[in-house]
């Protein structure tokens, strides 16, 4: 039963809450004070307590010794370490919703709850965003992020593949083969395939890649690139046709769009991304560039009934919503790696609507105006340098600068703790990173409240009084 004492402290926790999105808008510090973080490690209970704390008391404990000691990533358009977005006002009220109805979106039963026709509008509103047509792409569904999507393409596309080779080696339609990779196994269905092993063919593959490789039991040694030189993006055809004709091996093609860690697009051309999208399935992160809560990804697939073949809930009578009704929409259960589902789809859902296109588009272009005024300071500066060294003038910049820009310092020596000074100001956050095995640094911008303006200027200010106090300390 709920006590006065419970909505009291739910109350608090809201107050805070509010507080704390006031705050990020008047230059809060990006980073928690190091005694804070001391403090709540030391407040940490290690040993369960036999009667408990009580709400109350537990409340003061959450609010007052850990709060404090976490960053600021979500709230701060200064943070700009990993891509990691922030929460836009509309998404952040659907989130309040997602946890008061905290509904388990796993079954289709539009009788009883709306949640999945929403899920599915919030997908279809998602493939409109992106100019995909909402037939084209069948299969579709919210993940947990890029990390289970890319699980879910490696998934679709090992059953793909082998179901392929088993039927032309029987010789028989796909509507007369039962035979598939998710009721026979991987070994089996490759035995019967009379396949010796699969490869994934790619030219830098995201860190997440590997990890859903081992994960569908493929193993992180099945990649072979094919790029054209070490660190490219772009396929050498000559190398993937030759590998794509190795007898008794199946082959799956995956495309990066950009690589990480520059955030270089692969592509030349709308035309080029238009082409791409008539090849691929697709996966990516909604709480990034979309500012939606943690934790959101989306997975998209051009063949009808791939997903289910591989992701089917099966033998639970009780999970058994039978066939989609007259709208279509597909059980997530059956459609997706997750039983057990939290309704991530209000807040991309309550975002979108309220933003629209235009809105979207806006966000974008300031992230890119911001990463493009930061990158001219920095290929300007007699003591920084701006990377990669291609680019050098202003109409390089603006081709191939978007949200992401890497610089360091041209003495060694500041470069060596250049992340640590410019972070120790908690007015900005980086994150370290390499280029050509040289230490730099790496900005990237994701947050929605980004103002190209301020927070450029923030950026200046920040490197001028590391650069100055710097020279300080060598005098």
């Given at each position: 039963?709920?006590?006065?004492?419970?909505?009291?402290?739910?109350s608090q926790?809201?107050?805070?809450?509010?507080r704390?999105?006031?705050e990020?808008?008047?230059?809060?510090?990006v980073?928690?004070?190091?005694?804070?973080?001391?403090?709540a490690?030391?407040?940490l209970?290690?040993?369960?307590?036999s009667?408990?704390?009580?709400?109350?008391?537990t409340t003061?404990?959450?609010?007052?010794?850990?709060?404090?000691?976490?960053?600021?990533?979500?709230l701060?358009?200064?943070?700009?370490?990993?891509?990691?977005?922030?929460?836009?006002p509309?998404?952040?009220?659907?989130?309040?919703?997602?946890?008061?109805?905290?509904?388990?979106?796993?079954?289709?039963l539009?009788?009883?709850?709306?949640?999945?026709?929403?899920?599915?509008?919030?997908?279809?509103?998602?493939?409109?965003?992106?100019?995909?047509?909402?037939?084209?792409?069948?299969?579709?569904?919210?993940?947990?992020g890029?990390?289970?999507?890319?699980?879910?393409?490696l998934?679709?596309?090992r059953?793909?593949?082998?179901?392929?080779?088993?039927?032309?080696?029987?010789?028989?339609?796909?509507?007369?083969?039962?035979q598939?990779v998710?009721?026979?196994?991987?070994?089996?269905?490759?035995?019967?395939?009379?396949?010796?092993?699969?490869?994934?063919?790619?030219?830098?593959?995201?860190?997440s890649?590997k990890?859903?490789?081992?994960?569908?039991?493929?193993?992180?040694?099945?990649?072979?690139?094919v790029?054209?030189?070490?660190d490219?993006?772009?396929?050498?055809?000559?190398?993937?046709?030759?590998?794509l004709?190795?007898?008794h091996?199946?082959?799956?093609?995956?495309?990066?769009c950009?690589e990480v860690?520059?955030g270089?697009?692969?592509?030349?051309?709308?035309?080029?991304?238009d082409?791409?999208?008539?090849?691929?399935?697709?996966?990516?992160?909604?709480?990034?560039?979309l500012?939606?809560?943690?934790d959101?990804?989306f997975f998209f697939?051009?063949?009808?009934?791939?997903?289910?073949?591989?992701?089917?809930?099966?033998n639970a009578?009780?999970?058994?919503?039978?066939s989609p009704?007259?709208?279509?929409?597909?059980?997530?259960l059956?459609?997706g790696?997750?039983?057990?589902?939290?309704?991530?789809?209000?807040?991309?859902?309550?975002?979108?609507v309220s933003?629209?296109?235009?809105?979207?588009q806006?966000?974008?272009?300031?992230q890119?105006?911001?990463?493009?005024?930061?990158?001219?300071?920095?290929?300007q500066?007699e003591?920084?340098?701006?990377?990669?060294?291609?680019?050098?003038?202003?109409?390089?910049?603006?081709?191939?600068?978007?949200?992401?820009?890497?610089?360091?310092?041209?003495d060694?020596?500041?470069?060596?703790?250049?992340?640590?000074?410019?972070?120790?100001?908690?007015?900005?956050?980086v994150?370290?990173?390499?280029?050509?095995?040289?230490?730099?640094?790496?900005?990237a911008?994701?947050?929605?409240?980004?103002d190209?303006?301020?927070?450029?200027?923030?950026v200046?200010s920040?490197?001028?009084?590391v650069?100055?106090e710097?020279?300080?300390?060598?005098?």
């Open positions: 039963m709920q006590a006065p004492s419970d909505q009291t402290c739910l926790t809201q107050q805070h809450a509010l704390l999105i006031s990020s808008q008047e230059g809060q510090r980073l928690p004070h190091a005694t804070g973080i001391r403090k490690n030391r407040s209970v290690s040993s369960l307590p009667e408990g704390h009580g709400i109350k008391r003061e404990h959450v609010l007052e010794d850990l709060a404090p000691a976490l960053n600021h990533q979500a701060s358009p200064s943070y700009y370490g990993f891509v990691t977005g922030g929460v836009t509309a998404a952040r009220v659907a989130e309040e919703i997602v946890s008061a109805y905290d509904q388990n979106v796993v079954v289709h539009p009788e009883t709850t709306i949640a999945t026709t929403v899920e599915d509008h919030a997908l279809t509103l998602l493939l409109q965003l992106f100019h995909f047509s909402v037939k084209a792409w069948p299969g579709r569904t919210f993940t947990t890029a990390t289970s999507s890319n699980v879910m393409g998934a679709c596309g059953e793909h593949i082998i179901n392929a080779a088993i039927q032309k080696r029987r010789k028989h339609s796909a509507s007369q083969t039962t598939t998710g009721e026979l196994g991987l070994i089996a269905a490759c035995r019967e395939a009379n396949i010796a092993d699969i490869q994934i063919l790619t030219t830098l593959p995201h860190s890649l990890k859903a490789a081992s994960i569908v039991g493929l193993g992180r040694s099945c990649f072979h690139r790029s054209r030189s070490k490219g993006l772009e396929f050498d055809l000559d190398m993937l046709e030759e590998q004709k190795r007898p091996s199946a082959s799956i093609v995956v495309i990066s950009a860690n520059t270089f697009f692969a592509t030349h051309s709308y035309g080029d991304v082409a791409l999208r008539a090849l691929c399935d697709n996966a990516g992160d909604a709480h990034k560039l500012n939606v809560p943690y959101c990804g697939c051009r063949h009808a009934g791939l997903t289910q073949k591989v992701f089917q809930n099966v009578a009780y999970l058994n919503a039978g009704g007259l709208d279509l929409v597909e059980s997530p059956n459609v790696i997750e039983n057990s589902r939290r309704f991530r789809a209000l807040p991309v859902y309550a975002t979108l933003y629209g296109r235009r809105g979207y806006n966000i974008l272009q300031r890119i105006w911001f990463a493009r005024r930061v990158a001219w300071y920095f290929s500066h003591d920084f340098e701006l990377l990669p060294q291609t680019l050098s003038d202003r109409a390089s910049i603006d081709r191939m600068t978007y949200i992401i820009v890497l610089f360091r310092a041209k060694e020596a500041l470069n060596h703790t250049l992340v640590k000074r410019i972070n120790d100001s908690s007015q900005i956050y994150t370290g990173t390499s280029w050509n095995e040289v230490s730099a640094c790496r900005i911008a994701a947050n929605w409240q980004v190209p303006e301020r927070d450029s200027a923030n200046e920040v490197m001028e009084r650069l100055q710097w020279r300080h300390a060598n005098l």
